[in-house]
């Protein structure tokens, strides 16, 4: 004896609700690895680019400095200010990261200091 109709469609039902339910879940995970990839890439930039500023020891600026730099075949746009604080021998380096250049709020930003030796 086999199934009836109603048994199969109930079934099918059921296996579709379960199948949708996965495939949201997957979903998620596929958008949060994204998210997390982008962070990651955008953190090496911010470090990259406040390695180089420490390096080739650019004059202290009020405005903030902009570029943008490729990796993982994206343009990644950064921008990075150096601030003086109370003591004279040490400024605060702020590098801000976008994949887009019109977004509003940056992917990652980073803080450093630089020791002044004058």
């Known amino acids: 004896m086999g199934f009836s109709l109603l048994e199969v469609m109930v079934s099918l039902a059921i296996f579709s609700i379960v ?3 996965i495939m949201k879940v997957i979903n998620e995970k596929l ?3 994204k998210v997390l990839e ?4 955008s953190s090496w930039v911010a470090d ?4 180089e500023m420490k390096l080739v020891k650019i004059k202290q ?3 903030w400095l ?3 730099e490729i990796m993982m075949n994206k343009v990644w746009y950064w921008q990075y ?5 109370q003591n004279e021998n040490v400024n605060k380096i ?3 990261v976008r994949s887009q250049e019109s977004n509003t709020t940056p992917d990652f930003m980073l803080e450093g200091y630089r020791a002044i030796n004058e």
Request: glycine share 10%; no cysteine.
């Open 38 to 41: 982008n962070k990651i890439v």
């Open 19 to 21: 199948g949708i339910g």
């Open 48 to 51: 990259n680019v406040l390695a």
């Open 66 to 68: 902009k570029g943008q």
């Open 31 to 33: 958008i949060w690895s």
């Open 81 to 85: 200010k150096e601030i003086k604080l």
């Open 94 to 96: 702020i590098v801000e």
């Open 61 to 63: 600026t009020d405005n």
